[in-house]
């Protein structure tokens, strides 16, 4: 492995000078985040992990699944990059080319000084797999969560799962925002997004039932938060977006696909420019990867600063 990242370290050195050379005309500097499930700290091979971290483009990554065997995969990768690190958790870290400077009220978040005249709120989060409410209402058992038939149950499983988190990242959200500075938020959400499973998707044979996922919508409904994919295609028929999975179908059940691994932003003084999904070889990414490591694909939204 040490090869491999002495040769990382070399391209992100160069992506770093060609960065700062463009960053001489401040009216349009590019920072360019992405959230990235690892796979149980760097699944089929962390040196592949690497390659994504540095030859994705990234400035700042939230990953999750960070570790494995007790060690952080992120944060290990990030010092050898000489890149800046945040762990939260043992699944969740912040990776970033820039000074991080500051946490959040419940360290939820990390500020990141990009220059003398730039900061940036990052926030990562992985909320809990079990039960997956996706999974349940298509009658497949996982976890032994019980099989879901409506909306509302499945909005009544979620919301027990995963508000309490959901609202404590909001809570620091919503202070740091008194600052002014663009916010940005990754995660894998082990629940869908409330702009997908619209009843156009359902008759487009995407989704089962039409769902209000409450995870997201408490972002974007009270944590003023838009979610970059969706705003860049607003069509969630023709551009699903799906993050899970890359892995070959189960032999025993119909996978579900789904977008469930999101990059969402809010503030004054930057746009969104792109948004990719960061994958393997194959028509579901735009970046692609010949030995993709991850089961799940990840996000990769590029920002304008003013």
Same mark, same amino acid.
């Given at each position: 492995?040490?090869?491999?990242?002495?040769?990382?370290?070399?391209?992100?050195?160069? *992506?770093?000078?060609?960065?700062?050379?463009?960053?001489?005309? &401040?009216?349009?500097?590019?920072?360019? &985040?992405?959230?990235?499930?690892?796979?149980?700290?760097?699944?089929?091979?962390?040196?592949?992990?690497?390659?994504?971290?540095?030859? #994705?483009?990234?400035?700042?990554?939230?990953?999750?699944?960070?570790? $494995?065997?007790?060690?952080?995969?992120?944060?290990?990768?990030?010092? =050898?990059?000489?890149?800046? #690190?945040?762990?939260?958790?043992?699944?969740?870290?912040? *990776?970033?080319?820039?000074?991080?400077?500051?946490?959040?009220?419940?360290?939820?978040?990390?500020?990141?000084?990009?220059?003398?005249?730039?900061? &940036?709120?990052?926030?990562?989060?992985?909320?809990?797999?079990?039960?997956?409410?996706?999974?349940?209402?298509?009658?497949?058992?996982?976890?032994?969560?019980?099989?879901?038939?409506?909306?509302?149950?499945?909005?009544?499983?979620?919301?027990?799962?995963?508000?309490?988190?959901?609202?404590?990242?909001?809570?620091?959200?919503?202070?740091?925002?008194?600052?002014?500075?663009? *916010?940005?938020?990754?995660?894998?959400?082990?629940?869908?997004?409330?702009?997908?499973?619209?009843? $156009?998707?359902?008759?487009?044979?995407?989704?089962?039932? =039409?769902?209000?996922?409450?995870?997201?919508?408490?972002?974007?409904?009270?944590?003023?938060?838009?979610?970059?994919?969706?705003?860049?295609?607003?069509?969630? &028929?023709?551009?699903?977006?799906?993050?899970?999975?890359?892995?070959?179908?189960?032999?025993?059940? $119909?996978?579900?696909?789904?977008?469930?691994?999101?990059?969402?932003?809010?503030?004054?003084?930057?746009?969104?420019?792109?948004?990719?999904?960061?994958?393997?070889? +194959?028509?579901? +990414?735009?970046?692609?990867?010949?030995?993709?490591? +991850?089961?799940?694909?990840?996000?990769? #939204?590029?920002?304008?600063? $003013?």
């Amino acid at each position: 492995m040490y090869t491999i990242l002495k040769y990382l370290l070399g391209i992100s050195f160069i *992506i770093t000078l060609s960065s700062c050379n463009k960053k001489q005309d &401040v009216s349009m500097m590019q920072l360019k &985040v992405m959230s990235f499930n690892i796979w149980l700290g760097g699944g089929k091979s962390i040196d592949a992990t690497a390659e994504v971290f540095v030859n #994705s483009g990234a400035d700042i990554i939230g990953v999750q699944e960070s570790s $494995r065997d007790g060690k952080n995969t992120a944060a290990h990768l990030a010092d =050898s990059l000489g890149w800046h #690190s945040y762990i939260y958790a043992d699944s969740q870290t912040i *990776i970033s080319k820039y000074p991080i400077v500051d946490t959040s009220a419940n360290r939820h978040g990390v500020k990141i000084q990009i220059d003398k005249n730039h900061f &940036v709120w990052m926030f990562n989060i992985h909320l809990i797999y079990c039960p997956y409410e996706p999974y349940q209402l298509n009658g497949i058992e996982y976890c032994g969560g019980p099989i879901l038939n409506t909306a509302e149950e499945a909005i009544s499983s979620a919301l027990a799962t995963r508000e309490a988190d959901v609202n404590s990242n909001i809570a620091d959200i919503l202070e740091v925002r008194k600052e002014g500075y663009p *916010i940005f938020l990754t995660g894998d959400f082990n629940e869908p997004s409330c702009l997908d499973w619209t009843a $156009r998707a359902v008759e487009a044979g995407l989704c089962k039932i =039409s769902v209000q996922w409450p995870s997201t919508k408490a972002f974007i409904d009270k944590g003023g938060m838009t979610d970059s994919y969706r705003f860049f295609y607003p069509d969630e &028929v023709k551009k699903p977006g799906h993050t899970w999975t890359p892995l070959p179908e189960s032999q025993t059940y $119909r996978e579900v696909l789904d977008r469930i691994d999101f990059v969402f932003f809010s503030g004054n003084g930057f746009k969104l420019a792109n948004t990719q999904i960061v994958g393997e070889s +194959s028509s579901k +990414s735009d970046i692609m990867f010949d030995n993709y490591p +991850s089961d799940h694909r990840a996000v990769l #939204s590029t920002f304008t600063l $003013r």
